[in-house]
Every structure is written in structure tokens, then in C-alpha cells.
């Protein structure tokens, strides 16, 4: 079965710096890659996501990188605020069922 | 547009009671799934429903878990005869009935606390 692999577990980056959060996963059949951020006490929140007839997309800060050779992908945050600090995870899914990564705690440092 | 609902928000339970975990949808989809986390980990899928139907519930326990999504009114995660190990967070989403991918929506949680 798909296993996803996610690194770093803790990102400590200075507040305006850039952070990037990496993912592989072993299964080649799957095809949606989705983000999550999840806050303290809440539930996961879809951030950006990414399917595999594309290499990459954008939204504002957020960018998200897939290498479909590799079988990873990578979250890319920019110029990083204090609300960024959360805990990220990648997930990867052939079809409805997500198999997710052990999460990134992303400390933003003032 | 509210989002996935669930209740309660925080449930304590005795050994050997039964949890009852409640989860209502976006509005407009009719896909539920089911997760659980331990602290410091990721979601590990349970069961996923359609409306009267459990489509795959690979990921659940055989023994004392259940769900269900009736045609009227929230899904459904039921415990029974709950142990010390069921202590966790579970997360509903939901997602819409059709298109390309599964855009998973989850709601709050319900934090299970066994005592």
C-alpha cells in the first residue's frame, strides 16, 4: 500500500524567510497530493493541492512542487508571518482515501 | 456556507460506555469519511460513506466500531463498550459528489477522552 514520508518533523525559520516542507511517497498510481494546516485544537484546513498532470501550483505565498519521477513533492511557504505557525501535512491518494504524512510543526520566529 | 459540523467537541466516556460521535456535512456533498489521530501523528482513514451506504471501511475495527450516514440527518461514528486505547481525536470531512479528486473538508474534531 502508498506510504508517504515527511520531513522535516519541526521547522524553526526567522519571521520573512522562506520555509519548505518536503514529501515522498512509494505508490506511482497516486494521483492527488493535498496540504493541510492544522491548528491547535482544530481540524485540518486544505491549504493548496496539487494533482499529477501538473508540476506545480501557486497561491499567493503558498506554492506547492511535484516530481512525479521522484514521487515527491514540497510545500513552499514565502515570506512567512506568525500565522503560518501551525502544523503542516502532506498527504498523497489514488482515489478517496488520503494517506497521510506525520506531520511538520512550523515554529515562525518574530 | 457552513462548513463540516460535529458534536460533540469533547466527549468523556467510562470504560465500557458508548461513544456517539455526530458529523453533518458540507452542504451539497455527500461523501463522509472518517479519521482518527493520536496525539503528534497523522489521520489514519476509517470509513468512508455515501448517503445509506458504507463504501469502504478497511480502515475501522471490526469489533465495537460501527458508522453510518442515514438519507435523513448526520453520520454517525459509534463506539461501544469503549476502552482506554479509543482516547483520541476524530475528524469527519466531507467532500462533494462528483469531479476530479476527492477535496477532503474536515470539521473540528471530537476528542474522545476514556477514563
Known amino acids: 500500500g502508498e506510504n508517504v514520508e515527511q520531513h522535516p518533523s519541526t521547522l524553526s525559520v526567522q519571521e520573512g524567510d522562506s520555509a519548505v516542507i518536503k514529501c515522498t511517497y512509494s505508490?506511482?498510481?497516486?494521483?492527488?497530493f493535498p496540504w493541510y494546516k492544522q491548528e491547535l485544537g482544530k481540524g485540518p484546513q486544505l491549504i493548496i493541492d496539487?494533482?499529477?498532470n501538473v508540476g506545480e501550483k501557486k497561491d499567493q505565498r503558498i506554492a506547492v512542487t511535484l516530481n512525479k519521477t521522484a514521487k515527491h513533492f514540497s510545500l513552499h511557504i514565502t515570506e512567512t508571518q506568525p500565522e503560518d505557525s501551525a502544523v503542516y501535512f502532506c498527504?498523497?491518494?489514488?482515489?478517496?482515501?488520503?494517506?497521510w504524512g506525520a506531520g511538520t510543526k512550523l515554529i515562525i520566529k518574530p | 456556507n457552513a462548513g463540516v459540523m460535529q458534536n460533540p467537541r469533547h466527549l468523556v466516556r467510562r470504560r465500557g460506555q458508548e461513544a456517539r460521535l455526530r458529523c453533518s456535512p458540507m452542504?451539497?456533498?455527500?461523501?463522509v469519511y472518517w479519521y482518527r489521530q493520536l496525539p503528534e501523528e497523522g489521520l489514519k482513514f476509517m470509513v468512508y460513506?455515501?448517503?445509506?451506504?458504507?463504501?469502504?471501511e478497511s480502515g475501522m475495527p471490526k469489533e465495537r466500531f460501527s458508522a453510518e450516514f442515514p438519507k435523513e440527518g448526520p453520520s454517525i461514528l459509534r463506539i461501544q463498550q469503549v476502552v482506554r486505547g479509543d482516547s483520541a481525536a476524530y475528524f469527519c470531512?466531507?467532500?462533494?459528489?462528483?469531479?476530479?479528486?476527492?477535496?477532503?473538508?474536515f470539521g473540528p474534531g471530537t476528542r474522545l477522552t476514556v477514563t
Open positions: 460513506l455515501q448517503k445509506e451506504n458504507i463504501i469502504d
Open positions: 470531512a466531507s467532500s462533494p459528489p462528483q469531479g476530479q479528486g476527492y477535496e477532503q473538508y
Open positions: 498527504a498523497a491518494s489514488i482515489n478517496y482515501q488520503l494517506i
Open positions: 496539487i494533482r499529477s
Open positions: 452542504k451539497g456533498h455527500s461523501h
Open positions: 505508490d506511482s498510481a497516486s494521483n492527488y
